[in-house]
């Protein structure tokens, strides 16, 4: 059956999830274009990818204090839920609030960017779905600070591992959490 990463990796594949095509490829929101596709939206789409998901993060982010976790719309709201119940199920009760950054504040109501349950001085963690330039990471992680948050630590599932992500990410100060990287779906690509 393998390790949980062999089990997640191999869920990429089942859930139809990776994507890899090395003569048209695709269009990366950079603009470049990739020989390979990650969908992490299909694959937590799937109850057992989020438990792996759940179980992983869980496992990595033992020894870390946190208060909260979330990131930027729409990819990380299911990441931070899911991790979150499997912390509060798991035997040490671990009650980690979420939070989402909105791409853009409300026009109405409040006008808030962030939405969720935060307090000022909170020890957050950053989650995204796959890491390429960390672009949207680094905004999440941008709008946490202004709002008061610690943001020591950022989790993804896939780190793609192009256009120097984790060196930009290292920059601001952030340990970087990635569950997988683009070699690890490659491998499991490649067994039966």
């Known amino acids: 059956m393998g390790s949980p990463r062999e089990q ?8 139809q999830s990776f994507k890899w095509d090395a003569e048209k490829g695709f269009k990366l929101a950079s603009g470049e274009i990739s020989p390979f596709y990650v969908d992490c939206r299909t694959l ?9 998901v759940a179980e992983l993060a869980y496992a990595r982010l033992t020894g870390i204090e946190l208060d909260c976790l979330g990131g930027l ?20 009760q671990r009650l980690w609030r979420t939070f989402v950054v ?5 026009d109405h109501g409040l ?15 950053i989650v995204d779905d796959v890491l390429t330039s960390g672009g949207s990471l680094l905004k999440a992680v941008a709008a946490a600070r202004e709002a ?16 120097d ?28």
């Open 73 to 92: 719309e729409i990819g990380a709201i299911p990441i931070a839920v899911t991790i979150s119940d499997f912390a509060c199920a798991a035997a040490h």
């Open 44 to 52: 937590v789409a799937h109850p057992e990818a989020r438990r792996l």
């Open 148 to 163: 008061g948050l610690r943001v020591d630590h950022a989790l993804v599932i896939v780190d793609r591992q192009e256009q």
């Open 8 to 15: 997640l990796a191999k869920a990429f594949h089942d859930t």
């Open 102 to 106: 909105r791409k853009q504040a409300k």
């Open 165 to 192: 992500g984790k060196a930009r990410v290292e920059r601001e100060q952030l340990s970087l959490i990635s569950l997988l990287t683009v070699q690890d779906l490659l491998v499991a690509l490649k067994r039966p």
């Open 111 to 125: 006008g808030k960017l962030i939405e969720g349950s935060i307090r000022p001085g909170d020890r957050a963690l």
